[in-house]
């Protein structure tokens, strides 16, 4: 069994930045891949970034180049840094590992962008 806590979540204006935990206990970290999910008030969840365990990064259009994705396996962490924050960034984002062939979840940090 392996549990997700979501933090760094806040109000941000436009430009702006925040980062993003995302702390794994349980199961071998090392091992997961971590993904970062979104999910705007009223739409579909849509897939942020993804780190491999070896440390391969891939990320949706929508945020290549304002987003990266980072982990740290001693603290068994994955983390989002988010950069030039837009308004269509707001949404709750959640993490994701994927373990042995099954999906854990965590329950999200909200993530507004306004003036």
């Known amino acids: 069994q392996v549990q997700l806590v979501e933090s760094g979540g806040g109000l941000v204006q436009p430009g702006g930045s925040l980062r993003l935990s995302c702390v794994a206990a349980?199961?071998?970290?090392?091992?997961?891949?971590m993904t970062w999910y979104r999910q705007a008030p009223g739409k579909e969840r849509e897939w942020v970034a993804v780190?491999?365990?070896?440390?391969?990064?891939n990320y949706a259009v929508a945020v290549k180049g304002r987003f990266t994705i980072s982990k740290d396996n001693a603290a068994n962490t994955v983390y989002l840094q988010m950069s030039s924050l837009k308004p269509e960034d707001t949404a709750v984002y959640s993490c994701?590992?994927?373990?042995?062939?099954?999906?854990?979840w965590g329950q999200g940090t909200r993530v507004t962008v306004s003036s």
């Open positions: 349980g199961g071998d970290f090392d091992r997961m891949t």
């Open positions: 994701d590992a994927y373990f042995l062939s099954r999906h854990y």
């Open positions: 780190i491999t365990p070896g440390g391969s990064t």
